[in-house]
């Protein structure tokens, strides 16, 4: 069983950044691919990146391409969501979840495991 726990959230103004972490205990990540997804208030949770478990595939969904960026280092069991250029939309509470293959997937119901998730509010 993997533990996963998300920090880095917090209020920041459009245009600004912020770095999510996810620290996983319990088992290595390398054996994970893993992902970040987010919930806005009201929304549907969706999609927002993944990696593999090696960190040589990405994908990352089309609203967030160019500005948020995945990455992961297995050394540190580790992974990293970097978000730059924020806009309000953005606002949500993101969570990391790992799957238990290598290979991504970007559907919610594949990742088996979460964490607790950490709130971003971007302000107009």
């Known amino acids: 069983q993997v533990q996963l726990v998300e920090s880095g959230g917090g209020l920041v103004q459009a245009g600004g950044s912020l770095r999510l972490s996810c620290a996983a205990s319990?088992?290595?990540?390398?054996?994970?691919?893993m992902g970040w997804f987010r919930q806005a208030p009201e929304k549907e949770r969706e999609f927002v990146a993944a990696?593999?478990?090696?960190?040589?595939?990405?994908a990352h969904a089309d609203s967030v391409k160019g500005r948020f960026t995945i990455y992961r280092d297995n050394a540190k069991n580790t992974v990293y969501l970097q978000m730059n250029s924020l806009k309000p939309e953005d606002t949500a509470d993101y969570y990391c979840?790992?799957?238990?293959?290598?290979?991504?997937?970007?559907?919610?119901?594949?990742?088996?495991?979460w964490g607790q998730g950490t709130q971003v509010t971007v302000s107009s």
């Open positions: 990696i593999s478990g090696s960190g040589g595939i990405r």
């Open positions: 979840a790992a799957r238990s293959t290598t290979t991504i997937s970007m559907i919610q119901r594949e990742y088996a495991h």
């Open positions: 319990g088992r290595t990540l390398r054996s994970y691919a």
